[in-house]
């Protein structure tokens, strides 16, 4: 098992920064690649970045490419979603997954999910 916490939600402005992290506890973190998906209200869950056990290669979603930043550091067992250039439409629960070995665009190829954080982007 695996057990994901997110923090670092909250309320800013458009053009502002937030920076997000999970904090991974249970079997060895760095066996896993580690995403970020966010879910706005009324719309299906997406995908927003993946970075692998070795945080050797990174993936963005087309809208987040330039803007946020995915990093971690397995001596922490954390993973982290800087975002920048925050926009209205970036408002939603955002969600880290966990999945061994490789990650993946779909959400259902993941066992593992923290309980999400909230991110409003106020205009």
């Known amino acids: 098992q695996v057990q994901l916490v997110e923090s670092g939600g909250g309320l800013v402005q458009a053009g502002g920064s937030l920076r997000l992290s999970c904090a991974a506890s249970g079997r060895t973190f760095n066996s896993y690649a580690m995403s970020w998906f966010r879910q706005a209200p009324g719309k299906e869950r997406e995908f927003v970045a993946t970075?692998?056990?070795?945080?050797?290669?990174?993936y963005y979603a087309d809208s987040m490419k330039g803007r946020f930043t995915i990093s971690r550091d397995n001596a922490k067992n954390t993973v982290y979603l800087q975002m920048n250039s925050l926009k209205s439409e970036d408002t939603a629960v955002y969600y880290c997954?966990?999945?061994?070995?490789?990650?993946?665009?779909?959400?259902?190829?993941?066992?593992?999910w923290g309980q999400g954080t909230q991110v409003t982007v106020s205009s």
């Open positions: 970075i692998s056990w070795s945080a050797g290669s990174t």
């Open positions: 997954a966990a999945r061994y070995n490789s990650g993946s665009v779909y959400n259902k190829d993941y066992a593992y």
